[in-house]
């Protein structure tokens, strides 16, 4: 990336400044980073255990498999999911609130006894597959978020920061420069000066 400067006393105040700004966000970023990185991690895990919990929970109603032919599958449906914001390292994220469910009415006495219990299971498997999918999209927003930050981490750090300490030295060593001509320049006129207020004394003495 190329830094934009002029070789004055203006440029290098701003690039200074700018420079300055860099330096003082960086760590704030590389800590944002790594707090990211490890909310990812958890995001994640949990939306794995929470999958495995699901496996788990099947695998325990295993035994039912024969009954759930005589359940209805209208009886329970799914109407509305509510799910509220949470900052996690400064992000908005989702965490899962409550699942609204419609129940169909059922005859207790017509219908099978495990009935109540089958809504109930449902109930139960529902929650722990919509919260892993919650977790999932947590941890993708969070990721996200996560490399946005290592991008301007490397930019900062690889980028714009010997970018900004290059620019600096370039207009230092122009402005040395400068100086030392100057200086230069000064000395050759005072020299000459010097000589030709010599020259008039002889002249004058003659």
């Given at each position: 990336?190329?830094?934009?400067?002029?070789?004055?006393?203006?440029?290098?105040?701003?690039?200074?400044?700018?420079?300055?700004?860099?330096?003082?966000?960086?760590?704030?970023?590389?800590?944002?980073?790594?707090?990211?990185?490890?909310?990812?991690?958890?995001?994640?895990?949990?939306?794995?255990?929470?999958?495995?919990?699901?496996?788990?929970?099947?695998?325990?109603?295993?035994?039912?498999?024969?009954?759930?032919?005589?359940?209805?599958?209208?009886?329970?449906?799914?109407?509305?999911?509510?799910?509220?914001?949470?900052?996690?390292?400064?992000?908005?994220?989702?965490?899962?609130?409550?699942?609204?469910?419609?129940?169909?009415?059922?005859?207790?006495?017509?219908?099978?006894?495990?009935?109540?219990?089958?809504?109930?299971?449902?109930?139960?498997?529902?929650?722990?597959?919509?919260?892993?999918?919650?977790?999932?999209?947590?941890?993708?927003?969070?990721?996200?978020?996560?490399?946005?930050?290592?991008?301007?981490?490397?930019?900062?750090?690889k980028v714009?920061?010997?970018?900004?300490?290059?620019?600096?030295?370039?207009?230092?060593?122009?402005?040395?420069?400068?100086?030392?001509?100057s200086k230069?320049?000064?000395?050759?006129?005072?020299?000459?000066?010097?000589?030709?207020?010599?020259?008039?004394?002889?002249?004058?003495?003659?």
């Open positions: 990336m190329a830094i934009k400067f002029q070789y004055n006393k203006t440029s290098l105040n701003n690039l200074n400044k700018q420079l300055k700004m860099r330096r003082n966000a960086l760590p704030t970023l590389k800590n944002k980073e790594s707090a990211l990185r490890l909310e990812v991690k958890k995001a994640k895990d949990h939306s794995e255990k929470l999958i495995e919990d699901l496996d788990a929970a099947l695998k325990k109603y295993d035994y039912l498999a024969a009954l759930w032919n005589e359940f209805q599958p209208n009886l329970i449906s799914i109407t509305d999911v509510d799910l509220y914001t949470v900052k996690v390292a400064g992000v908005k994220t989702p965490a899962l609130g409550e699942i609204k469910y419609e129940i169909h009415e059922f005859n207790a006495f017509n219908c099978p006894a495990w009935y109540a219990d089958g809504v109930a299971i449902l109930k139960e498997l529902s929650r722990l597959g919509i919260e892993s999918e919650v977790y999932l999209e947590k941890a993708r927003i969070l990721d996200f978020q996560r490399k946005k930050t290592t991008q301007k981490v490397n930019l900062y750090e714009q920061i010997p970018g900004y300490q290059e620019a600096i030295r370039k207009i230092k060593r122009y402005m040395e420069d400068e100086e030392n001509l230069a320049a000064s000395k050759i006129v005072k020299s000459r000066h010097a000589l030709e207020e010599e020259e008039e004394e002889r002249r004058n003495d003659n």
